[in-house]
């Protein structure tokens, strides 16, 4: 293959985190979760528990999932069907959310289709991951993952200006939408938005991104062979203490970063009164300080070793996230969240980074299905600490509290635990 058609195709790689980022910045995190708080359920803190027993169970079904069809993918002949498939059911998912409609009647429609989004979601990362390590050497594996990072944070940018400046504050909405009976449509259009965003800028990875092929078994065969492997696996892990000592640190402060990012558009609406342009607004500042933050540690990853950039970026988290739990001012709350953000972004990145570099030839399915569960297996139990918390003491800030011990601790095994992986110089 030229260099030409391999820069092109890391490039479309590149590009699916712009097509799918608008997903959990409007969807998961500012929009969709401001409009449940504010619009479909009547009491904050009860949004917030119902929104966490929902995203508890999308986490556990990921966990099951995501490592058994990343097996199974390594043994069958293609990659990209089983992240087509995937893609698009988070693309109709989005697209019903138009039906959720201001009552608390629709609430349970709500969830689900939330739930279903999320597992679906979840899973086509474990196949775009693992197209990663055969599309780039290795030395070049940190800032690849960071630069994506950092595009996909500024398509979860141009996603959310889309929804606001297009449609939220357009007077009159666009398209005969109606914002005057209560009806909120100028915001239950974000759901088909992002349907058709996705649907469109993932094109590129499908049309010119190549597959990393599995063992190119059929699928039954691919089937019975993925699940032996997998098991395995399992049964061989103590022998790769490099991996599961990782999997197991990130299982922790994962767990935490998911929960921040669950439940930063429920927080900010129920604690600081933000209505949903309030929340979006501040969405668009998250984004921009996590895709700087993204592009510039990207590059430091390959200098300095993904686990270096892991532990800064959860220091970062946990300095930041403190006076963020016990400020009154709004203002300060949004000042603390954009520096936050900077740091958001790095830890993903390197965590995928490292991932790669850890991960046998091969075996990227299997591996990423095993990095989903890592991030899955325990995520139930930070969105159910959140809302055990916040339901006997009637407080969001004590329920978001539970977030920081997770970074501390998975930071603190990191630390001790996980030798770094150094790169090659370029």
């Known amino acids: 293959m030229s260099a030409n058609a391999d820069h092109r195709s890391v490039a479309c790689w590149c590009s699916y985190d712009w097509a799918n980022s608008p997903f ?13 708080t504010e619009a479909v359920m009547d009491n904050a803190e009860e949004a917030t528990i119902w929104w966490a027993i929902m995203t508890g169970f ?15 993918a390594d043994q069958g ?68 993952s960071g630069w994506a990072w950092g595009i996909g944070y500024l398509g979860g940018v141009a996603g959310l200006l889309i929804v ?55 699928s039954a065969a691919a089937v019975r062979s993925g699940l032996a492997c997998f098991w395995a696996t399992l049964v061989n892990l103590r022998a790769h203490p490099q991996l599961w000592r990782y999997l197991l640190a990130r299982m922790i402060f994962t767990d935490g970063l998911n929960t921040l990012f669950a439940f930063g558009g429920v927080f900010a609406a129920g604690t600081f009164g933000m209505s949903v342009v309030e929340v979006i607004m501040f969405g668009l500042i998250l984004n921009v300080a996590a895709g700087l933050g993204a592009f510039v540690f990207g590059r430091i990853d390959d ?6 950039v892991i532990l800064l970026g959860l220091c970062g988290l946990i300095v930041i996230g403190l006076p963020m739990l016990v400020v009154e001012s709004k203002t ?25 570099r850890i991960t046998p030839p091969g075996a990227a399915g299997e591996m990423f299905g095993l990095y989903a569960l890592s991030g899955k ?25 539970t977030v920081l011990p997770f970074l501390a601790v998975g930071g603190l095994l990191l630390w001790r635990t996980v030798r770094d992986v150094p790169s090659c110089p370029d």
């Open 24 to 36: 959990p910045a409007v969807v998961l995190t500012f929009v969709i979760p401001a409009y449940f």
């Open 58 to 72: 999308a986490a556990f079904a990921t966990a099951v999932l995501g490592p058994i069809l990343g097996a199974i």
């Open 77 to 144: 002949r293609r990659r990209k069907l089983w992240l087509a498939a995937f893609t698009a059911t988070v693309a109709l998912c989005s697209a019903l959310l138009w039906f959720a409609r201001p009552d608390a009647s629709h609430a349970t429609m709500l969830l689900v289709i939330v739930g279903v989004s999320i597992v679906a979601f979840e899973l086509s990362m474990v196949f775009y991951n693992a197209l990663l390590p055969g599309l780039v050497p290795m030395h070049r594996i940190g800032r690849i």
């Open 164 to 218: 606001l400046f297009g449609f939220v504050l357009a007077d009159p909405p666009p398209f005969g939408l109606d914002a005057l009976d209560g009806a909120l449509e100028q915001i239950r259009i974000a759901g088909p938005i992002v349907a058709i965003w996705l649907f469109v800028f993932s094109l590129p990875l499908f049309v010119w991104t190549r597959d990393t092929r599995g063992r190119g078994l059929a």
């Open 303 to 308: 200098w300095i070793g993904a686990k270096r």
């Open 332 to 356: 300060a709350f949004v000042i603390l969240g954009s520096i936050l953000g900077i740091f958001f972004g790095p830890v993903q990145a390197a965590s995928r980074s490292l991932m790669a």
């Open 377 to 401: 297996a325990t995520a139930f139990v930070g969105p159910w600490f959140v809302a055990a918390i916040t339901a006997s003491t009637g407080s969001q800030r004590l329920g978001m509290a």
